[in-house]
């Protein structure tokens, strides 16, 4: 069955460090799309960065990048940078082939000024 | 260009009641998915509606049931409420059935 582990409740980071949030999947699914969200205490899902099953080359966005190792598959969200407006919950998720999305628990990060 | 809209934004229900909760999906979008979310937990799958149809369906009992207008915005109805049935809900739209999934603010239910 299909499935998303973050194995990290939380995580903290000095502000303008850089920080890995851990993401591995199964699938048996040979096509997949894997997602970050940022989901501050307002609630709503924000989309961060987005890597396809077939794409050869690591997702960039601003000061995220996913580390995508298929072979391993982990889908790990670097944020470069931190900013103290990083501080929230971050979900990886996988989308299956008609559209559904499944999440992982979380991880909380926190940054620290 | 609106986002993905959810009314309203807060609710409270006592148990055995039923509740309908909205989305009208970003501009261009014909396809909306709900979640439920409960405290501390990464969303979970509710169902899918494409072209005025659900199109795919998660673990959730009968009670939750849901439609989808012309118009490409939806509703969420939960029958005979409980007390677990307490959490936010996030209305995401796409295109065409897939896509990136944009998410609305979420409607957070409490039920007492």
């Known amino acids: 069955a299909q499935k998303i582990t973050q194995t990290q409740p939380g995580m903290f980071v000095q502000e303008k460090e850089a920080v890995t949030l851990d993401c591995t999947y199964d699938t048996s699914d040979p096509s997949y799309g894997l997602f970050w969200y940022k989901q501050p205490s307002s609630g709503e899902m924000i989309f961060l960065i987005y890597?396809?099953?077939?794409?050869?080359q690591n997702a960039t966005e601003g000061r995220y990048s996913l580390n995508f190792q298929k072979a391993r598959k982990s889908a790990n969200l670097v944020i470069s940078a931190s900013q103290l407006g990083d501080s929230a919950m971050y979900f990886c998720a996988m989308r299956e082939v008609r559209g559904k999305l499944i999440f992982g628990q979380g991880t909380e990060l926190s940054v620290k000024p | 260009d609106a986002g993905v809209t959810q009314s309203p934004t807060h609710l409270i229900k006592t148990r055995g009641q039923q509740v309908t909760l909205r989305c009208s999906p970003k501009?261009?979008?014909?396809?909306v998915s709900w979640y439920q979310q409960a405290l501390g937990q990464g969303p979970q799958f509710i169902f899918q509606y494409y072209e005025e149809e659900e199109r795919q369906r998660g673990n959730f009992p009968d009670r939750f049931s849901g439609h989808q207008f012309p118009n490409y915005s939806s509703e969420l109805n939960v029958n005979a409420l409980l007390l677990g049935d307490s959490a936010l809900y996030l209305c995401a739209s796409s295109w065409g059935g897939g896509g990136e999934q944009f998410f609305g603010p979420g409607t957070r239910l409490t039920v007492l």
């Open positions: 501009s261009g979008h014909d396809t």
């Open positions: 890597q396809g099953s077939y794409d050869q």
